[in-house]
Nanobody
Framework: QVQLVESGGGLVQPGESLRLSCAAS????????MNWYCQAPGKQRELVAT???????TFADSVKGRFTISRDNAKNTVYLQMNDLKPEDTAVYYC????????WGQGTQVTVSS
């Protein structure tokens, strides 16, 4: 019922920025809470940021002040602007939402390395 496709990952140096996008195929995007998760090798998937239907954001402590989550309901897209990237941000980033169950995108790799 909900399909999510992430894009925008890549290889960057510490201190640089990336913007991830998540395109959602659903007729109820505007009423969904949208989330970004990350999963580093050997670690659990963890919540990075959440955005309410109206655009109110919440961030994990590790990214506060560096990342911004936003959404464009007209485009059924949620974004994660990642600034001042650090090596510890290296992970696969997943878009997520919940309707009658959890829905996940395929993930996009972010690698931060000097």
């Amino acid at each position: 019922q909900v399909q999510l496709v992430e894009s925008g990952g890549g290889l960057v140096q510490p201190g640089e920025s990336l913007r991830l996008s998540c395109a959602a195929s659903t007729n109820i995007f505007s009423v969904l809470v949208m989330n970004w998760y990350c999963q580093a090798p050997g670690k659990q998937r963890e919540l990075v940021a959440t955005i309410s239907p109206s655009g109110a954001p919440t961030f994990a402590d590790s990214v506060k002040g560096r990342f911004t989550i936003s959404r464009d309901n007209a485009k059924n897209t949620v974004y994660l602007q990642m600034n001042d990237l650090k090596p510890e941000d290296t992970a696969v980033y997943y878009c997520n939402t919940h309707f009658w169950r959890d829905f996940w995108g395929q993930g996009t790799q972010v690698t931060v390395s000097s």
